[in-house]
């Protein structure tokens, strides 16, 4: 924890990190709230989900552009250009008619138009504090972005219930555009720039421990989106018990990260934080009570955070750094394809199988990701992965 305190203390650290999470809250409701605003306009959750498979499919195929525009055209400019043109999408979407030739085009204006404040945030840390804390950097930026998906669906649902559909869909606006232009004023993104990438668009990928990066993360976000369908199943009604099961998930990834997250893990280390992932996912598919089974959804994410920022310090060292905001835009597309892999096989699993098809999904989807660090290196070590 020491780690953590001394890396607030580094000029420009907590003023990045405060604002970027206030910008990025959005994300934690915005397919929340489109799902019910749509929904409640139009009587239809196909079109609902329709829209925010949309917006998914916008930011999977957009961010590694706009994240490698920013090295092109300067930070700032795509930031602000972006949030103006998100804003401006989901009012839109908040007041227009019903109609699915309305709806569908502004889903996909939201999801390539999100800032990509993540993918070039993780590639200016190396130029924000020394190599030896550039693990804890990154670890405190996955630990903290759990707040986002905890907070975000509690503030949709309120504001959604307290005023109207349509509010969420404008505090998210107002929050994009007010959280981009507070990062913007940091002094690290006035004064720190990327430079232009002049590399072919998609070289990076050829690097192994980008590629370990984007499998491996691909199937733990696959692996929890598919629990999170196996819960609410198995709740049925009681759907403040999923929440607070599926929180409690969320939960055990913020402490593993904040215990774990700023080690150096070795490659066996990296493949028993996994484990744990997957061993806690399926103890809560056959635990006799909801106590167990609480217990191991905590377990079930306590390995999520700090697998993820060994992931990402590998893959940011395994490019150059004029590079590296586009490798993280792609690893942002690999973690949207998993959640919609993860949703749809359990969806499916569920249907044909039945509650233990959507566990088991979500089970063997973990060990997949724990086991990818394993067959990665079988031909040769990854290097970054140990430095």
């Not at 915005?30 to 329709?50: C, F, K, R, T």
């Not at 993780?122 to 020394?130: D, H, S, T």
Request: proline share 5%; glycine share 10%.
């Amino acid at each position: 924890m020491r780690s953590y305190a001394e890396l607030m203390r580094v000029p420009g650290v907590f003023g990045v990190t405060s604002a970027q999470l206030f910008a990025r809250l959005p994300l934690g409701m915005i397919s929340l709230a489109i799902l019910l605003h749509v929904q409640s306009l139009s009587g239809s959750y196909a079109l609902a989900g329709g829209v925010v498979a949309c917006v998914s499919v916008g930011e999977a195929i957009v961010m590694p552009m706009t994240a490698r525009l920013a090295g092109a055209m300067g930070i700032r400019t795509v930031l602000l250009a972006t949030a103006i043109i998100n804003a401006a999408a989901m009012v839109m979407l908040a007041f227009v008619p019903p109609h699915p030739g309305l709806l569908v085009p502004l889903g996909l204006i939201v999801g390539a138009s999100i800032p990509p404040i993540m993918p070039v945030l993780r590639a200016l840390y190396p130029q924000m504090v020394r190599a030896d804390s550039l693990r804890a950097l990154f670890a405190l930026d996955t630990t903290a972005q759990e707040i986002i998906w905890i907070v975000g669906p509690v503030v949709a649902t309120l504001l959604t219930s307290a005023i109207s559909t349509a509010i969420p869909l404008v505090a998210s606006a107002f929050v994009t555009i007010a959280g981009t232009v507070w990062l913007t004023l940091n002094r690290p993104i006035r004064t720190l720039s990327i430079e232009r990438n002049e590399s072919s668009f998609g070289r990076a990928l050829a690097a192994r421990a980008v590629v370990l990066a984007m499998v491996a993360s691909l199937a733990l976000v696959a692996s929890f989106m598919a629990l999170e369908v196996a819960i609410i199943a198995d709740f049925g009604e009681q759907r403040t018990l999923a929440g607070l099961g599926l929180g409690l998930s969320g939960f055990g990834s913020l402490v593993g990260g904040l215990f774990l997250g700023h080690r150096r893990l070795s490659l066996g280390g990296l493949v028993a934080t996994m484990a744990v992932v997957a061993v806690g996912t399926g103890l809560a598919g056959i635990a006799p009570d909801r106590g167990l089974q609480f217990v191991a959804l905590f377990f079930a994410g306590f390995g999520f955070a700090p697998a993820m920022s060994t992931l990402y310090v590998a893959a940011s060292r395994a490019v150059k750094p004029e590079a590296a905001s586009e490798v993280f835009g792609w690893l942002n597309t690999g973690a949207l394809a998993g959640a919609a892999l993860g949703t749809a096989i359990a969806g499916v699993m569920k249907d044909s199988i039945g509650l233990d098809g959507a566990f088991a999904t979500a089970m063997v989807l973990a060990v997949i990701a724990a086991l990818s660090p394993i067959i990665a290196t079988a031909t040769g070590p990854i290097h970054e992965l140990s430095t």
